[in-house]
């Protein structure tokens, strides 16, 4: 929490950092591809959030509902590979003002 209240911008997958962040008043960008953000979202900043381009079948993942593709523990999934490098540096340009 003491770091996260010294960022300018914090940017982080749906979890709970992302969500502590955008209560502590920082502004936040959460990248969204497992979980949907039309419900999970930055209470604060649900405007930063970035959802994945992907459309594979096991998307949203929740318990209980369509497996994850992830065979191997560790490995990135799908689903944040449809969320470019490109969309997340401009969202945070436009928040930073650059």
């Known amino acids: 929490m003491g770091l996260i209240r010294h960022c300018h911008l914090f940017i982080g997958p749906d979890s709970s950092?992302?969500?502590?962040?955008?209560?502590?008043?920082?502004?936040?960008?959460?990248?969204?591809?497992?979980?949907?953000?039309?419900?999970?979202?930055?209470?604060?900043?649900?405007?930063?959030?970035?959802?994945s381009k992907a459309k594979i079948d096991c998307m949203p993942c929740y318990p209980g509902g369509n497996p994850c593709q992830m065979k191997v523990k560790f490995q990135t999934g799908a689903c944040m590979e449809g969320i470019s490098v490109e969309e997340v540096l401009e969202l945070a340009k436009h928040n930073l003002a650059l």
């Open 17 to 51: 950092l992302v969500h502590l962040a955008s209560c502590m008043g920082v502004n936040t960008i959460g990248l969204y591809g497992a979980t949907s953000s039309s419900y999970i979202y930055p209470y604060f900043h649900r405007h930063n959030v970035i959802n």
